[in-house]
């Protein structure tokens, strides 16, 4: 069982940057992925980053060249940098974690079974 939390999330002017951070208490199997994942009020929510169990990393287009997924020196903590914000990156921002996840599917928030509260990002223009 493992337990997500969140932190990081603030209220930032578009072109600024922040750091989110997800700490993962429980063991970090070498099998699992994690990723970030985001819902905007009356959207559904979808994957912007994430680290495959091989090591490689995917990003949803629109984040492409601005976000940095990674994990810090141990597996339990995930970092996702986010850079150049605009108003559209504003969301509930959530960590989750699973195992046995193929690369094609590692944004899809369907195949994840852990998941934290959530931090909120807000960018204003």
């Known amino acids: 069982q493992l337990h997500l939390v969140e932190s990081g999330g603030a209220s930032v002017q578009a072109v600024g940057s922040l750091r989110l951070t997800c700490e993962a208490s429980?063991?970090?199997?070498?099998?699992?992925?994690m990723g970030w994942f985001r819902q905007a009020p009356g959207k559904e929510r979808e994957g912007v980053a994430a680290?495959?169990?091989?090591?490689?990393?995917k990003y949803t287009s629109s984040v492409q060249g601005r976000f940095t997924v990674s994990r810090g020196n141990t597996k339990n903590t995930l970092f996702l940098d986010m850079t150049s914000l605009k108003p559209e990156d504003t969301a509930m921002y959530f960590c989750a974690a699973g195992r046995g996840i193929g690369f094609i599917a590692v944004l899809s928030p369907s195949v994840y079974d852990y998941w934290g509260q959530g931090t909120q990002v807000t960018v204003s223009s």
């Open positions: 429980g063991y970090i199997y070498s099998s699992y992925s």
């Open positions: 680290i495959h169990s091989s090591g490689d990393t």
